[in-house]
């Protein structure tokens, strides 16, 4: 299938180097760092640090395939785009469609957990109209921000990006100096099926580079910047995830029952206040995340559509904002009504799911890539290329079987109405 790497005519390459390092940082520090750290000391206690490394080793293996299929393409697209180069459109159309429920399904759940937390300084936010009333202000604003421009979109994110790593790297930093070194005796190994959960929960953790790498065409000279950013982020936040397990598991007796183990952990070495401090770092972090989702979700409906594999309405851009408007408006309703009706936990299994499928095709297109005469060079080529991208696949697909039955009868679910979806635009583009 032959590939041109022409750049869309319609959108701003307004994303530079140090903001795209920033989107991929701000969506993985996302919300999965406030709840999960008692969740995986409760699975495999102490060695939820081994779990966290784990997690960072299959991830790096994921994101170096992802560097080397992702320096050949400077269109919008991430996943989506190296899919369907890859393996067809058909493959191409369901890593797409599925690639983007899931983005509205985790901001829907991450919205629900800003609510939630918003709720701790404001009780009558936990429900009713307050709570729906919230949710509507919060997608308007984001939908509104990212419609007028993506340059001054990736400007705020970068801000979001900063104050996270701040007030994160802050309550790492000062709960190390509190830490109580008794509590990281190790008990015995764990088992086989709680460690392989707890690394499942932590890929979503650590996910986010996926996301970023959707509107390559608003970056920068992509194919040079995409790979970096990759490296450099991936390797911040290892280290910042793990710095707060240590405190969390040193600090927090209790940990395994803590529901929200930041905000309790604060409390015992910053006192009450601390409790409030996280507390807005907890609205700040999924803020953040919420805003890069918004960025990257209509990005994808814009792919698709300008390979028409959705209406071509989809990838009309404002003639003065240069943003996909109509995706961002499409986007921003789906999330909003998900927000109100839908649940948190469940959207982010469901969430992980397909995000490890699309892992694993990502990393399967190197070698099918390599072999290819008609896509465009590698601008970064990974040693042992073939070796790493068959370690990662046979890696996702271990986690992969680790999944309950009810999230793969849903990604299935979906997958047959997105078959649907691609057999009715093809139908439609026949000639008469």
Known sequence: MAHTTNSSPTLLRGIGRFDFIALI?????????????????????????????????????????????????????????????????????????????????????????????ASLLRPQLAGGWERIGLMVALVASLALLNYIGVQRSARINTIFTVSKLLVIGLFAVAGLFFIDTAAFSLPPLPAYSPFSQAVLLLIFTFSGFDVATIPSG?????????????????????????????????????????????????????????????????????????????LTGPRLLFAMAEQKQLPGWLAKTHPRFRTPALAIFITATLQLV????????????????????????????????????????????????????????LLCIWLLSNSSGREARDVAIAGGVGFIIFALMNRRQRPS
């Open 25 to 117: 940082i701000n969506i993985t520090i996302g919300a999965g760092i406030l709840g999960l750290p008692a969740k995986l000391y409760t699975l495999v206690g102490t060695w939820s640090l081994l779990a966290y490394g784990m997690s960072a080793l299959v991830v790096t293996l994921i994101i170096l395939c992802f560097a080397e299929v992702s320096s050949r393409f400077s269109e919008t697209g991430g996943p989506y785009l190296y899919a369907r180069v890859a393996f067809g459109p058909l493959i191409g159309f369901e890593v797409g469609w599925l690639f983007w429920l899931s983005r509205i399904a985790a901001f829907a759940s991450i919205c629900n957990l800003f609510v939630n937390y």
């Open 218 to 294: 608003e970056v920068q000279q992509p194919q040079r910047t995409v790979p970096l950013s990759l490296l450099v982020a991936i390797g911040t936040v290892a280290l910042l995830f793990i710095a707060v397990q240590i405190v969390c598991i040193g600090t927090l007796p209790d940990l395994a029952r803590s529901e929200r183990p930041l905000a309790d952990a604060a409390r015992q070495f910053m006192g009450p206040a601390g409790a409030v401090f996280i507390t807005v770092v907890a609205l700040l972090t999924a803020l953040g995340t919420l805003h890069a989702l918004m």
């Open 338 to 393: 998900l927000a109100i009706t839908g649940t948190f936990l469940y959207a982010l299994t469901l969430s992980t799911l397909i995000r490890l499928a699309y892992f694993a095709l990502t990393s399967a297109a190197v070698p099918v890539l390599r072999a290819r005469s008609d896509v465009p060079p590698a601008r970064f080529k990974l040693i042992g290329g073939r070796l790493i991208s068959g370690l990662a696949v």
